[in-house]
DNA sequence: ACCACACCGCCGTTTACGTCA
DNA sequence: GGTGACGTAAACGGCGGTGTG
């Protein structure tokens, strides 16, 4: 599928993209659990959320991440009440990760043109024998669901041991190929409809916990920046007012000067008491003053180049 | 190379259910 | 106890991407 994701556009020039990496293709398996990971293109002072490190691993039991409140509502409600409105199955081992992890079934094979698909099942739930089977599988309820003729869609929650079984499976793999799905939704005496649609809204469910965390990392960002850019507008308009007054100027301490070695090309926090902190006119030899008042945090033009950081202007300035 | 088809995942929306005031 | 508002899970339809014949 297309690139969907969302991009920011912060205020310092930063440009953060949160593509959100749906690229269904050829991944269609396992490989999968890449999907929904935002990438970041952003170089920034800050650590990232240990979420989306951990993300880039993919090792993540998403559902340690994410504990969803609502969910765990639901359950807890629904064993509470102690209704378990779908049956297991008595003999529910079904070894549905007995295909090969890259699994992928053929797409002529008799399962998939058979069981997957959700036009295929869309269609086939009009016939007589679908009927049947949503009427049994998703459904065992214990009030009667009348004839077969109703015609309305039932939505009954479905039952702890369910949506647990559900969960551990997406916890291994949040897709599931066609043999996978079968066995599962035969496990959860559940239609394989129905397994297919709880894994997607599985998945918006995840993606959309991610996008939260994500938004709540980017503002703690721009929160930063902006305070940085507070405090360097700050230290400009003092290192301005001091050259407009110079005999302060000279009696004053000064606030920390950027330079950067023009050998080695590495900037270096320095400041004194004197008229040195003036910008170099010569190569100054790693101008490591003994008196460093107070180490500039690194920040994300440091490594720039001298003209491009925004305090080096002054040269060109009377 | 192009087309048609099947399949799949994602997205936005609808619908039914459960809870609470 | 009945009811409406609200939140949320289940389900649907559509769309785009991919693979295959």
């Known amino acids: 599928m297309g690139e969907k994701g969302s991009s920011l556009e912060l205020g310092l020039g930063l440009s953060l993209s949160l593509g959100c990496?749906?690229?269904?293709?050829?991944?269609?398996?396992?490989?999968?659990?890449?999907?929904?990971?935002?990438?970041?293109?952003m170089n920034l002072m800050h650590k990232p959320s240990p979420q989306l490190v951990q993300n880039h691993n993919q090792k993540t039991p998403w559902n340690e991440m994410f504990q969803y409140p609502a969910e765990r509502n639901q359950d807890t409600r629904s064993f509470l009440r102690g209704?378990?409105?779908?049956?297991?199955?008595?003999?529910?081992?079904?070894?549905?990760?007995?295909?090969?992890?890259?699994?992928v079934s053929s797409p002529n094979s008799t399962i998939s043109s058979s069981i997957s698909g959700k036009r295929s099942e869309r269609e086939a739930n009009n016939g007589d024998e679908n009927d049947a089977e949503r009427a049994s599988c998703s459904r065992g309820s214990d009030d009667e669901d009348g004839g077969g003729g109703d015609t309305s869609r039932k939505k009954l929650r479905l039952s702890k041991e369910q949506s647990m079984l559900l969960e551990e499976t997406f916890?291994?793999?949040?897709?599931?190929?066609?043999?996978?799905?079968?066995?599962?939704?035969?496990?959860?005496?559940?239609?394989?409809?129905?397994?297919?649609?709880?894994?997607?809204?599985?998945?918006?469910?995840?993606?959309?916990?991610?996008?939260?965390?994500?938004?709540?990392?980017?503002?703690?960002?721009?929160?930063?920046?902006?305070?940085?850019?507070?405090?360097?507008?700050?230290?400009?308009?003092?290192?301005?007012?001091?050259?407009?007054?110079?005999?302060?100027y000279m009696h004053m301490n000064p606030?920390?000067?950027?330079?950067?070695?023009?050998?080695?090309?590495?900037?270096?926090?320095?400041?004194?008491?004197?008229?040195?902190?003036?910008?170099?006119?010569?190569?100054?030899?790693?101008?490591?003053?003994?008196n460093v008042q107070r180490p500039i945090p690194i920040n994300p033009w440091a490594t720039l180049p001298i003209h491009h950081r925004p305090l080096d202007a002054p040269a060109s300035r009377s």
């Open 255 to 290: 606030p920390t000067t950027l330079t950067m070695c023009p050998s080695c090309e590495r900037v270096n926090v320095s400041s004194s008491s004197s008229s040195s902190m003036v910008a170099p006119t010569g190569p100054t030899r790693h101008p490591q003053g003994p």
């Open 21 to 41: 990496g749906g690229n269904n293709s050829s991944n269609n398996n396992n490989n999968n659990n890449n999907h929904n990971q935002p990438s970041f293109k």
């Open 83 to 103: 209704i378990d409105v779908n049956r297991l199955p008595a003999s529910s081992t079904v070894d549905y990760n007995c295909e090969d992890e890259n699994g």
């Open 171 to 248: 916890k291994e793999h949040n897709t599931l190929n066609p043999k996978q799905k079968q066995a599962l939704a035969k496990q959860l005496n559940l239609s394989p409809r129905q397994v297919e649609v709880w894994f997607q809204n599985r998945r918006a469910r995840t993606k959309l916990k991610q996008t939260e965390v994500d938004c709540e990392y980017l503002k703690r960002c721009c929160e930063n920046l902006t305070e940085e850019n507070r405090r360097l507008q700050k230290e400009v308009q003092e290192l301005r007012a001091l050259k407009l007054s110079p005999q302060l």
